[in-house]
């Protein structure tokens, strides 16, 4: 009886298991029907991922096809110009407003945000769930019109052109509405979730950047997504009844179209680059180790960015047809949304410098993406300017410096949030070897890519073209093999790391020795984040030896 009692003392004595939130409820629909922002935040990442590798398809498509410059290989012809059209048309849509919008603030900023905070969920549970299936229905309206003919406008679906082109003009457009709602939806729940439940004792200067960032992406998200609604509403009424607002042979004005839509698509490339900027705010300091430089100088500058970024949008139609006055105010208000850019770039440098610098693979992916940025924050300047402009408009120039901001800047961040927070969304440990083969190869093709599209810009190669001279073949060619290089480096990242879910749970609960708050609870995280309320006693990014110590 008493050795009974005594192996139940033992038994009780034990350490229960902790239940995280891959493992509290088990099966399909409790997934479907979560409400958990963790699993809400895992359903988006995978989604975003599989619309990064159908656009990424398409991508490497239109790379194929400009390989030779009468896009013949093993003597076939590899797309016809109607269907190069839509392949350069659907990665552009699937890229922008399925994948890189969505991607940090839906996907990671789910799943961390209310753990920095040191919450238990997101302010609105249900929303956020109705968010991630408006989401999946947008991206299913899109591939349905992908699959009944595809569009060929262009991811601006720039008028007249598309009031009168056939394909699946409405139906493309009624996807991108609600993927806007879905947006909307997802930027309220996060400025309610910052405003009201941050942890005792932090106050808005105590917030990791990473939220000042999400919550600056999610002011944009609220103000500028309803503009891009009802301009898409306009482009279907238009098509569906023939209303005169864009096409001008029904009295509309075509230019208005340019207007209303980068009113919004100004707004978002801040939507996509400043979640980037806010991984890369935490990258640094913690792989510094050290306290992080001018920290309200960064958070300031991600709101000044978020409110700058709607009064500039003149600076995509400098060719347009607008007055001189507009041209030459857009250009100087495009220089000065440069200032809070250069803000974060001086800091992120401060804070590295004489730090003690720890190469993992997030880290690699920061400076990649220091470098990276750079390059398309500078050639922003050149498109900036009015009389370079004028030249360089509708060039591979614009491309490549698009290329260089979005995905040298948001894609590359993501990547490295995606390794920085792994081990805390799965408990597993990556391979840091492979890692850092993986973004080597990723920088180096990349920069094949596009610093070769600077120069063929430069010279004079048209974007969107199907056709051109013999004289561009030899950078196209070089652009081409670039690309094969970042899909060989994309698929050894996406191999490594589900090879590390085959492996048992070994990650650390804090393997990078972060100090914000989603490094001191589990990995994976319990079901609602943590044991009890935590309440915060320190900065974050606080680095001091003796800080650290304690």
């Not at 975003?48 to 239109?62: D, E, P, Q, S």
């Not at 905070?117 to 991206?139: E, H, I, M, Q």
């Not at 806007?180 to 729940?189: D, Q, R, Y």
Request: aromatic residues 16%.
């Amino acid at each position: 009886m008493e050795n009974a009692i005594k192996s139940q003392t033992r038994i009780a004595d034990r350490p229960r298991p902790k239940i995280n939130y891959l493992n509290a409820t088990h099966g399909i629909w409790s997934w479907m029907s979560t409400v958990d922002h963790k699993r809400i935040g895992v359903m988006y990442l995978v989604g975003v991922l599989g619309a990064f590798f159908v656009g990424g398809m398409f991508a490497l498509l239109v790379r194929l096809t400009l390989l030779t410059h009468d896009h013949m290989l093993f003597g076939r012809l590899l797309l016809t110009a109607d269907a190069y059209n839509r392949v350069f048309t659907l990665h552009g849509v699937i890229m922008v407003f399925l994948f890189i919008i969505p991607s940090v603030p839906a996907a990671l900023g789910n799943f961390v945000l209310p753990l920095m905070l040191g919450a238990k969920d997101v302010a609105f549970p249900r929303l956020n769930l109705a968010s991630f299936y408006l989401w999946c229905t947008g991206a299913i309206l899109a591939v349905v019109g992908m699959i009944f003919g595809a569009i060929d406008t262009g991811w601006t679906f720039y008028t007249p052109y598309s009031t009168t082109t056939n394909g699946t003009v409405t139906l493309m457009t009624m996807a991108v509405f609600i993927l806007g709602f879905s947006s909307i939806f997802t930027g309220i729940n996060f400025v309610a979730t910052v405003h009201k439940l941050r942890a005792p004792g932090m106050g808005w200067f105590d917030m990791p950047l990473f939220v000042w960032g999400i919550y600056s992406t999610a002011i944009i998200q609220v103000l500028a997504t309803p503009v891009l609604g009802i301009t898409v509403v306009l482009l279907m009424l238009e098509r569906v009844f023939s209303i005169g607002i864009f096409d001008p042979k029904l009295g509309g004005d075509p230019v208005l179209f340019q207007h209303f839509f980068w009113f919004y698509s100004h707004p978002a490339v801040y939507i996509m680059i400043l979640p980037g900027m806010a991984i890369i705010s935490e990258l640094i300091p913690t792989f510094s180790r050290k306290t992080m430089f001018g920290y309200r100088a960064v958070a300031y500058s991600s709101v000044s960015l978020a409110l700058l970024s709607f009064i500039v949008w003149g600076h995509h139609m400098f060719v347009a047809g607008q007055s001189q006055l507009a041209t030459v105010i857009f250009s100087a208000l495009t220089f000065l949304v440069a200032i809070p850019s250069g803000v974060k770039m001086f800091n992120w440098l401060g804070t590295m410098y004489k730090g003690n610098i720890s190469l993992e693979t997030p880290m690699l992916y920061a400076i990649s993406f220091l470098l990276l940025f750079a390059i398309g924050g500078l050639t922003g300047i050149f498109l900036g300017t009015l009389s370079v402009d004028v030249h360089l408009t509708d060039t591979y120039f614009v491309v490549a410096h698009f290329h260089y901001v979005m995905m040298g800047g948001t894609v590359i961040a993501f990547i490295g949030g995606i390794h920085y927070w792994w081990p805390k969304m799965t408990g597993r440990m990556y391979s840091e070897k492979w890692g850092r083969i993986a973004c080597t190869l990723i920088f180096i093709g990349f920069n094949m890519t596009f610093l070769t599209q600077f120069i063929l810009g430069s010279r004079g190669m048209p974007r969107r073209y199907y056709n051109y001279l013999e004289q561009y073949q030899p950078l196209h060619a070089f652009s081409t093999v670039g690309s094969w290089v970042i899909g060989l480096g994309m698929f050894m990242t996406a191999a490594y790391l589900l090879a590390s879910l085959r492996k048992p749970m070994d990650a650390p609960d804090n393997p990078w020795g972060g100090t914000t708050l989603e490094w001191t609870t589990s990995s994976p995280p319990i079901e609602h984040n943590f044991e009890e309320q935590p309440v915060l006693t320190k900065a974050p990014y606080d680095y001091r030896p003796e800080t650290v110590a304690h």
